[in-house]
């Protein structure tokens, strides 16, 4: 017999209106690492929360070392060396490192917390993994992959063997997933079995031992990552061919829509984040900012969208005069804005996936009239987007919460798109999502420029820039420091680039 | 087994009775008759015209303070200064009551108008300080209920009167209060106030539920983020939703001004309707339609009570007592949550 640390066999769990699990398999051996692969919404997230015991499953049952257990909820799966990290992190802002990683188990002395001691564990926990945490710091003071290694350490501190990570790439910087990659060897070498969602089929490839596949919430089956390849991985989760590349004729730029002009912005601290960029994007063309996470990205994004004001220079959208207007006005004249963080700025989480759909249009007819809702047109309106942009939601009265993570993303991605606006800011937009969605998001933004928009699309995933963008504007350090053509570079280049090394040569400010 | 829906409505229907059980629990405990305690509880309420009238009287101003907290809870703010709104919004009903001479048709919606602006105008000056600077509401709110407590004293004492402990009685013209009414319930204070409460729930529902208005206030409310990204003012929906809450509360002074008593007498404490208001909103599920039935509860705890010591020998602190174990069972609703979700999760 095989030596399982986890079985779940022939899980089946179901919310109102929907079927998110129907008779899946997953069998984790000691000491692997096990993709877990499907679609957005394919029940991936429903399925590891029934496993650390968020959810109690309507069938099926679940072995620890081959004994049928009943995890009744997240303690049960905490004693049991069950730990996860979830899509979304659940962290104390406040607190500091260590804080967080005992909370709910912290160690006692005379009744007190043996904060120190608790200190020197964490210390030498994130030692032992090469985790490399401070556990002084707070955690509103780190970074998004550090906080990350605070969720896995926290799993660590309280015992874990089995180890659940949801998504743990789709927030990171290429950099960033080169460590956790390096992260994750290390804790198999240490014993402890993994299972691991994630999108980028690379990253299965190159980690994983096995993988399972779900497709609309049915277990399709589990292969052996020696024995496939991306492509079949792909098709056994979308149920068809998926094409990498994506096909589009040259473009056809015409007038210039978006015009930055020796744009500064400083960034929460006051500190200058974008040092005097000049940029063009024109009608019928997407400019990819190339670029590693802090360089200004996100300061450039919030100065043309008004959410933040400027300190100098100026920005033009179709020769109009747009800087410093507010986020409204700059909405008006024709911008759409698909924002990184879709918990923070996209959605309203708890209001109805159809009200999130006319966010910024609710006051404009037909939506509204004479200041009454109607909401008739504002639920048909989402009706027609959920279907052509495929959403998956049981109903358009469902809450965005309630959807999963790559359904919202599609469903900001619709509100935006479908404003046919003039300019697009695509920040991150496939973050999270599918290779079927990513195949489709970026045929989407391909249309649009088509059509004759301008498409700013920043991303730090290098393949969709190369992909998707015709011309790349390398960014670093504020400011653009580099125009290349995707067909004339390569990724090498790129990430040189990237790192600043131009910068002497080009002798940029 | 429970639909969400179900779940919102059974956590306050426990919270309420296991108050009163405890309730129970206490007047055995002290010698009482727990059966007798809530007869006369409910037919001190409900027994007679009058206890009924009496109700519906108190039911009023806690209907209004129940909306204005839970307007603001719905976006976002804790208006604790639904009190000072209350005395400001009594004074100046009363004030234009008192001065003012016309016919009714024009001095009596100007009374009340002049009640919920001045409430307004108490909610809007936390509210700007909140949009602007930041400054958090509760404190603001806070020092603003003793800026209405004792510059409404001095305004009567020195401004409406000639250094006397209360106001001149209003004119008939602005009286919400009708004789048909009062004799009807066997001379209670009942006034037609309750119209308005009832007319401020809906009112409260259509705004915040239909119109584009209310669109923002929610949205505001629940994540100002993404309002801003989505080109609403953050900062003019925290300013509108005080001014309205404060509207409200401002009402409720009316309430008192105009309809129970028809003068406002010097205050030496604080009235309690502004403060009993946060209770009846959390019961309520800061909903409009659940604010009426929590104020509804509050009202006959309220009077009832008055009937226990005469009738029950039973003091009525221990209905003080059972009030605020409903309230604590009502904050603990956290407990009811789990224990019911346990119970479901059994039942599958
Ligand atoms: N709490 C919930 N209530 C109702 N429906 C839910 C809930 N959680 C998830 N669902 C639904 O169950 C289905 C599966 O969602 P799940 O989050 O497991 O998907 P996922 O595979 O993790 O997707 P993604 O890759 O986008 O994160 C979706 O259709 C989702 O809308
Ligand atoms: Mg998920």
């Known amino acids: 017999m095989e030596n399982h640390v986890i079985e779940m066999l022939n899980i089946r769990k179901e919310f109102p209106g929907i079927v998110a699990n129907d008779n899946i398999t997953i069998q984790l ?79 006692k002395k005379f009744g007190f917390i043996d904060l120190k001691k608790a200190e020197k564990e964490v210390a030498d926990l994130s030692e032992r993994y090469g985790l490399k945490v401070d556990p002084y710091a707070k955690i509103r003071d780190i970074s998004v992959g550090m906080q990350q290694r605070v969720e896995i350490l926290k799993t660590l501190y309280r015992g874990a063997e089995v180890l659940i990570l949801d998504e743990p790439t789709a927030v990171l910087t290429p950099q960033e997933i080169e460590e956790l990659i390096k992260i994750l060897k290390s804790l198999v070498n240490e014993g402890i079995s993994i299972i691991l969602i994630t999108h980028k089929l690379k990253e299965i490839m190159e980690v994983c031992d096995r993988c399972t596949v779900i497709r609309k919430g049915q277990g399709i089956g589990t292969v052996n990552v020696a024995e496939t390849s991306t492509d079949e991985l792909a098709s056994l989760m979308v149920g068809r061919e998926v094409s990498f590349t994506t096909e589009k004729q040259d473009a056809n730029p015409g007038k210039t829509v978006l015009s930055v002009k020796d744009l500064r912005v400083k960034d929460n601290r006051k500190v200058e984040m974008v040092k005097g960029l000049n940029l063009d994007v024109k009608a019928g063309e997407i400019v990819g900012i190339a670029g590693v996470d802090g360089n200004g990205q996100s300061e450039l994004i919030e100065a043309i969208t008004g959410l933040k004001s400027i300190e100098s220079g100026s920005i033009f959208l179709n020769d109009k005069e747009i800087t410093n207007l507010s986020p409204r006005k700059v909405t008006q004249s024709g911008v759409s804005h698909i924002p990184q963080d879709r918990h923070k700025f996209g959605l309203v989480l708890d209001f109805p996936i159809g009200e999130n759909m006319v966010l910024q249009s609710y006051y404009q007819k037909p939506f509204s009239k004479n200041g009454i809702l109607s909401f008739n047109n504002i639920y048909d309106k989402a009706k027609r987007l959920i279907e052509e942009y495929d959403v998956r939601t049981p109903s358009e009265y469902t809450k965005a919460r309630a959807l999963s993570g790559g359904n919202q993303q599609k469903a900001i991605i619709a509100r935006e798109v479908d404003r046919s606006p003039d300019l697009i800011i695509a920040a991150q937009p496939t973050r999270g999502l599918d290779v079927g969605a990513i195949e489709f998001i970026h045929k989407k933004l391909i249309e649009e420029r088509d059509k004759g928009r301008a498409v700013l699309l920043i991303s730090f995933e290098l393949d969709e820039v190369m992909n998707v963008s015709d011309r790349i504007a390398v960014m670093f350090d504020g400011n653009i420091i580099a125009n290349v053509l995707p067909q004339e570079t390569n990724e090498q280049e790129l990430g040189l680039l990237m790192a600043g090394s131009n910068q002497a040569k080009e002798g940029a400010q | 087994m429970f639909s969400n829906r179900m779940f919102n409505l059974l956590v306050p229907i426990i919270s309420v009775l296991l108050g009163l059980i405890a309730g129970a629990i206490i007047m055995l405990s002290f010698g009482y008759n727990p059966i007798d305690g809530y007869i006369a509880l409910w037919n001190g309420a409900f027994g007679s015209p009058y206890f009924f009238g009496e109700t519906i009287r108190q039911v009023t101003p806690y209907i209004l303070t129940g909306l204005a907290i839970a307007f603001a809870f719905k976006t976002g703010l804790f208006n604790i200064g639904a009190e000072g709104q209350v005395i400001v919004g009594w004074l100046a009903a009363v004030w234009i009551g008192t001065t003012v001479d016309a016919p009714m048709f024009i ?100 705004l915040l539920e239909k119109t584009t208005t209310g669109y923002e206030l929610r949205s505001v409310g629940l994540n100002k983020h993404a309002s801003e990204y989505a080109g609403m003012s953050v900062s003019k929906n925290i300013i509108l939703a005080m001014v309205i809450s404060g509207g409200f509360a401002g009402l409720a002074g009316a309430m008192e001004g105009l309809g129970t008593f028809g003068y406002m007498p010097t205050h030496s404490a604080f009235t309690n309707i502004g403060f009993d208001g946060i209770a009846v909103a959390l019961l309520g599920g800061n909903n409009a339609f659940g604010v009426i039935l929590a104020a509804l509860l509050f009202g006959v705890l309220k009077i009832g009570a008055l009937n226990m010591p005469t009738v029950a020998g039973v003091p009525s602190e221990l209905v003080e007592i059972v009030i605020a174990l409903i309230i604590f069972f009502v904050g603990s609703s956290y407990i009811i949550r789990w224990a019911l979700l346990r119970l479901k999760k059994e039942g599958n």
Do not use: C
């Not at chain 2, 509760?138 to 209405?148: E, F, G, L, P, Q």
């Open chain 2, 107 to 206: 001095h009596l919606p100007l009374a009340l108008i002049a009640a919920a602006v001045a409430g307004g105008l108490w909610g809007f000056i936390p509210g700007l300080l909140k949009a602007k600077l930041g400054v958090h509401e509760v404190i603001i709110t806070i020092m603003m209920n003793y800026i209405a407590l004792y510059v409404s004293n001095g305004i009567i004492r020195d401004v409406l009167t000639d250094s006397k402990d209360s106001t001149d009685t209003i004119k008939e013209s602005a009286a919400l209060s009708a004789n048909w009414i009062m004799e009807l319930t066997s001379y209670s204070r009942l006034h037609y106030g309750i119209i308005v409460a009832l007319a401020a729930a809906v009112f409260m529902w259509f």
């Open chain 1, 29 to 107: 051996k000691k000491g692997e690492i096990h993709a877990l692969l499907g679609e957005n919404g394919a029940g991936k997230s429903t399925l590891m929360n029934v496993l650390f015991g968020l959810y109690q499953p309507e069938k099926g049952e679940i072995k620890v070392k081959g004994k049928k257990v009943n995890i009744t909820d997240p303690n049960v799966a905490n004693d049991l060396g069950i730990g996860m990290v979830h899509q979304h992190f659940m962290l104390v802002d406040t607190f500091t490192v260590t804080q967080n990683i005992i909370l709910g188990h912290e160690p």
